[in-house]
């Protein structure tokens, strides 16, 4: 027993489908012919009729009994072992691949085997072989594959693989048949989901909250869209209750709307207190002035940012501020902490919050806000652990022409660039790099900038490392024309009247990022424009890009070029690779795969 621990560690396994999820890569079937094929390897009985020996080769004429027809071999390399083993009138299994030679049959160098009849699993593996084998046949069985809750079909199809009978039932011209590759994604997604499954951990919270929000959706000047509604909705079930604090991440597109959610989610609370964290001090400046538009005057909001505070947080209804307040020793306890663009922290940082405001026995209502799309079926996954709620829409049609562009088109892009300054609207340049590098053939941001200042006023210049970063943003936001920047543009902040967007070396950038910097643009409703600058040809990722502005969409393209060779920043967020599910594709099956596991939750006796 002790030993099998040691070598599901030296394979990273867990579970017992883990390993029989490890197939063999190839088989050796010593299985006898049934025809002869030009061309593929064959097993056959056969008997020496024929034995010489020349010019160092042995030449050997077999009688194929099953065919009734003579078979000529040839061995190259001979030993005394040779001689000996292929006398006239030894029968022999053979094993190789059929030839035709001067009309007739041949196999060169062929294998003589003990046994007969049985497809032998081969498995790539960090254990040898031997080891391997070993520990299959131990622990895949048909019984302990079902205790695993597999269909038996399934577990009929896994063990075939490991075990085959046949290997036609299995393959189809070289490939797996559709019907057993569909059972490997649907036991793939219910492992994951096993594993995922007893994972979460709840605690009652200290408090219910069932704050009226009547008035403040009234008092907005719009409607709250469809979904903004529902996913508010969510949450008021989720706070009203205190056997168990909420645990939830709000997914949804740049514009989508979050901010209102986290106001409502906030009167909710009150009179309790709420407490919200965003990654950098111009987000969280820009909720503070949102809340104070937003909020009832009776509520008393404060800022906390290094350098910068407003209002006494320590009497606030509402505490706003960045990672800053993770340092002060007498931020009050809050009923309800909420981190905006969670993806942005560590979580580290996102679990030190909710600590800071919990006690052993009980937490806070905790609410996380991402905008990072995830395919559904991620979130799906994902929502074995905590809740997610999607927010798939935005609440105005944001009109955004995305085009690629190349050297040719630079002159009418310049045009456009100054009618768009000429209306005061803003554009925003986003370089591969800050300083001239030999590897990458695009300028850089200090080369270019001259370039630009000569040409227009009021250009502004930041990238990822500047210290003055968001200083030089919130000038901007008051008054730049021109924006040169690398892609390091802080996520979430609004810049209403940033209407163009060039992304140089877009090529070299993952979906994700692009989708991110597009998202920076058009935030008012304003017509709106995407341009990816490229000198590689054209490219298919960056043309389905150009086609949908959807982030959910954008994150299954993501998926699909994952393995496109592009280069790419690393920054995919779609998360967990399978061997066989498709995240894209097969939502079907993770829905059906949870469905199982909740009917055998539900179909256990209770302790
Ligand atoms: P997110 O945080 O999801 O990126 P925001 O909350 O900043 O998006 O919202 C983007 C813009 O949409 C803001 O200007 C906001 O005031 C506006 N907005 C939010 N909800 C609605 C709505 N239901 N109708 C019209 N505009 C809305
Ligand atoms: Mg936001």
Request: hydrophobic share 40%; with cysteine.
């Amino acid at each position: 027993m002790e030993e099998t621990k040691a070598l599901w560690r030296r394979l990273k396994i867990h579970t017992l489908l883990d390993l029989a999820l490890i197939l063999p890569t190839s088989y050796n079937d010593t299985t006898l012919s049934k025809q002869l094929t030009i061309g593929q390897s064959h097993t056959l009985k056969a008997t020496v009729r024929e034995h010489r020996y020349r010019g160092g080769k042995l030449q050997l004429t077999f009688w194929l009994s099953d065919f009734n027809q003579p078979l000529f071999a040839t061995f190259f390399k001979v030993t005394p072992y040779h001689k000996q083993r292929f006398g006239v009138g030894s029968s022999h299994t053979i094993q190789g691949k059929l030839e035709r030679y001067n009309g007739h049959l041949q196999i060169s160098q062929p294998k003589s085997i003990g046994s007969v009849g049985r497809i032998v699993p081969k498995y790539k593996s960090l254990l040898t072989a031997t080891q391997m084998r070993a520990l299959i046949a131990s622990m895949i069985t048909k019984p302990n594959l079902l205790a695993t809750g597999l269909h038996p079909q399934e577990v009929e199809i896994l063990y075939q693989l490991h075990f085959p009978h046949t290997l036609e039932a299995l393959y189809l011209q070289g490939s797996l048949r559709p019907e057993v590759v569909h059972a490997l994604k649907c036991i793939e997604a219910f492992n994951h989901l096993s594993k995922l499954r007893g994972k979460r951990v709840d605690f009652p919270a200290k408090e219910a909250l069932r704050g009226d929000i009547t008035a403040f959706v009234v008092s907005l000047p719009f409607r709250l869209t469809p979904e903004q509604e529902q996913v508010i909705a969510q949450i008021q079930i989720d706070l009203a209750r205190t056997d168990r604090a909420a645990k939830r991440m709000v997914v949804g597109d740049v514009g989508s709307g979050k901010t209102m959610v986290i106001l409502a989610s906030v009167m909710m609370a009150y009179p309790s207190r709420s407490i919200l964290m965003a990654p950098t001090s111009l987000l969280a400046l820009q909720l503070y002035e949102e809340a104070c538009k937003y909020l009832p005057p009776s509520l008393r909001i404060a800022l906390v940012m290094q350098g910068r505070s407003e209002g006494v947080y320590q009497e606030a209804d509402f505490i706003i501020g960045t990672h800053a307040l993770l340092y002060k020793e007498d931020i009050p306890s809050s009923a309800l902490v909420m981190v905006d663009e969670q993806h942005r922290f560590g979580t580290k940082q996102r679990q030190m919050l909710e600590s800071m405001m919990g006690g052993v026995e009980y937490k806070p209502h905790f609410l996380q806000f991402s905008a990072t799309p995830i395919p559904r079926t991620q979130a799906m996954m994902e929502s074995e652990l905590l809740d997610v709620s999607l927010i798939t829409s935005t609440p105005f049609e944001r009109e955004v022409l995305t085009q690629t562009i190349g050297k040719g088109e630079f002159a009418s892009l310049l045009e456009h660039i100054k009618e768009e300054v000429a209306q005061e609207h803003q554009v925003l340049i986003v370089y591969p790099l800050v300083e001239e590098s030999q590897e990458i053939p695009y300028q850089s941001l200090e080369e270019s900038r001259g370039f630009w200042e000569q040409r227009f006023e009021e250009v502004f210049v930041t990238h990822g490392k500047d210290r003055h970063k968001e200083a030089v943003l919130l000038e901007f936001r008051e008054r730049g024309k021109i924006l040169l920047a690398t892609t390091v543009v802080e996520v979430g902040i609004s810049l209403p009247c940033l209407t163009l967007i060039v992304i140089v070396g877009a090529e070299r950038l993952g979906l994700a990022t692009l989708h991110q910097l597009r998202g920076r643009v058009g935030r008012n409703g304003l017509k709106s424009w995407c341009y990816l600058y490229s000198n590689a040809p054209v490219n298919a990722r960056l043309t389905a890009f150009t086609q949908t502005t959807s982030g959910f969409d954008i994150a299954k393209l993501d998926l699909k070029f994952r393995d496109s060779g592009d280069i790419l920043d690393g920054t995919i967020q779609s998360g967990q690779k399978f061997r066989w599910l498709d995240m894209g594709e097969d939502e079907a099956i993770v829905a059906s795969a949870k469905a199982r596991l909740k009917e055998e939750k539900q179909g256990q006796a209770p302790a």
